[in-house]
């Protein structure tokens, strides 16, 4: 497995090009299963996560044409054209949806399309369980019939789905997005209550609507859609990452660096741009993205990770290296993922000072962090390690990097282009 290699403690300055939303890109690539017709997606980023998805609509007879490379060594996003012939294969099997949880967006569709689909149940992951329990309770009261047989999900919908008025038990950036594609082809009307509203999901809905989908409430916790017979071909560009831009912020932040981030925008990082000002750090919109510095020490500021709009899950791992070089202390609360702190014992054993009690972590700033071999558990665990190897003297040596190509397009090119000092070393293909 690949291992990447960082001497720390170079102030980062330059421009870094933020790619298309792993994120969302994943719940668009699914969409395309709810039409017969080209959905054209651009500003794909180019993540193990995406080819993942390729694989796994390939698999259901969607013909995947790819375009777009980088001209001059420069970013483009990639284009892919996605076409969903009525082939009606409808299995989605565990090698494919053991890599990513994210495989589970194909069950709405492909009740809504084909009225079956047999996937593989996701399982649990470093960051917790992760069941799926609220999207199937859901999809049920559309109509559909599920079992879980010998690890996967069985559904069937005889009639077809049919609308309903459904309030999620629980706030589900998935659930909602599964729910929502299902229900722009099931008849009548469909209510969904206590929707999560995270922009990702806002760029689903709006190329729902491109495809020829009827939705109210876009942006709102409440989604009022009216099932159509057939949605069409559209284009579609991917919104920016915001959670990759929040991790190269943390990255200026820690370096006393300055950066500007190309091809994003503030107010998908408004809640992470909101706390690190508050710590210190300088954040200006500027031509084309947002340019963030940091010229002074860092404040422990506390924070508790909550669905959009508030501070992100997604963000937890890489504020607390922030808060682990702080001048002062810091509570940071982690309220979605009941295991989301793998990173805390890899950061002590780089001079870190936290302790976990529960879902909070408490933070105590040191003058300085020290490179380390350090293993990387989850995606933005593995991103933590990164920012405390950028920030810590000597070197650091981040394992199992294979969970970082899932989310970070061009890592080592884009940081080494503002100054650090980074490289991969390859090894075997990851499992
Ligand atoms: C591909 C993608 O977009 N992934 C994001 C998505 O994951 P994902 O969609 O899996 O996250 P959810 O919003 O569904 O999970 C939130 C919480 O609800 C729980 N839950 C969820 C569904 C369910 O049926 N039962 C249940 O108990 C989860 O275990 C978790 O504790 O939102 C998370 C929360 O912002 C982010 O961290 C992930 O990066
Ligand atoms: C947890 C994440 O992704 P996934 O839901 O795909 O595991 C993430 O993007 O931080």
């Known amino acids: 497995m690949d291992r990447i290699h960082i001497r720390g403690g170079q102030r980062l300055r330059g421009s870094i090009q933020i790619g298309g939303a792993k994120n969302a890109a994943l719940p668009l690539m699914a969409a395309s299963l709810l039409s017969e017709e080209t959905l054209t997606l651009s500003n794909l980023p180019h993540l193990v996560d995406i080819t993942t998805m390729t694989h796994l609509l390939a698999e259901l007879g969607v013909e995947v044409g790819m375009n777009g490379h980088a001209p001059n060594g420069g970013h483009v996003g990639r284009v892919f054209e996605l076409t969903a012939h009525d082939v009606g294969k409808t299995v989605a099997p565990y090698e494919v949806v053991r890599k990513m949880r994210a495989s589970v967006l194909v069950l709405g569709p492909l009740l809504a399309r084909y009225g079956k689909g047999k996937v593989s149940l996701p399982g649990g992951c470093a960051i917790g369980t992760r069941p799926v329990d609220v999207h199937l309770g859901a999809l049920e009261q559309m109509g559909a ?5 010998e690890g996967y999900i069985v559904a069937h919908a005889p009639d077809g789905l049919h609308g309903a008025h459904i309030t999620f038990p629980m706030v589900s950036v998935g659930a909602t997005e599964n729910l929502l594609m299902a229900a722009t082809l099931a008849k009548g009307e469909t209510v ?17 609507v491109a495809m020829g ?13 009216q099932g ?8 579609y560009s ?3 990452d915001r959670i990759e831009t929040g991790s190269y912020a943390v990255a200026a932040a820690v370096t006393g660096g300055d950066l500007t981030l190309l091809g994003t925008r503030m107010d998908l990082i408004e809640s992470v741009a909101e706390v690190m000002k508050k710590c210190g750090v300088n954040f200006e919109e500027v031509d084309g993205g947002v340019r963030v510095w940091c010229d002074g020490p860092i404040r422990g500021v506390d924070v508790m990770t909550e ?10 791992a890489q504020f607390m290296v922030m808060m682990a070089v702080s001048d002062g202390a810091s509570m940071i609360t982690e309220s979605i993922f009941e295991n989301r ?13 936290i302790n976990v009690h529960g879902r909070s972590a408490i933070v105590r700033g040191v003058k300085k962090l020290s490179g380390a071999p350090v293993m990387a558990t989850d995606l ?16 650091t040596t981040v394992n199992r990097v294979y969970h970082l190509d899932r989310g970070y397009e061009a890592l080592e090119q884009k940081l080494s282009a503002c100054g650090a000092i980074i490289e991969r070393e390859k090894g075997a293909p990851a499992e």
Not at 145 to 149: A, M, T, Y
Not at 385 to 395: I, K, M, S, Y
């Open 228 to 235: 159509v017979d057939k949605l069409h071909g559209a284009k």
């Open 380 to 395: 933005r665990a593995s991103m933590s390690l990164v920012l405390a190897g950028l920030a810590a003297e000597g070197e």
């Open 192 to 208: 969904l209550s206590n929707c999560a509203r995270e922009p990702e999901i806002t760029d689903l809905a709006r190329c729902l």
């Open 238 to 240: 991917v919104l920016p």
């Open 213 to 225: 989908a009827q939705i109210q409430g876009i942006g709102s916790d409440t989604l009022r859609v």
């Open 341 to 353: 702190f793998m990173h805390v014992p890899e950061l002590n054993r780089m001079g870190a000072n």
């Open 307 to 316: 669905p959009f709009p508030a501070f992100p899950t997604d963000m937890q």
């Open 145 to 149: 019939v599920i079992e879980l047989k």
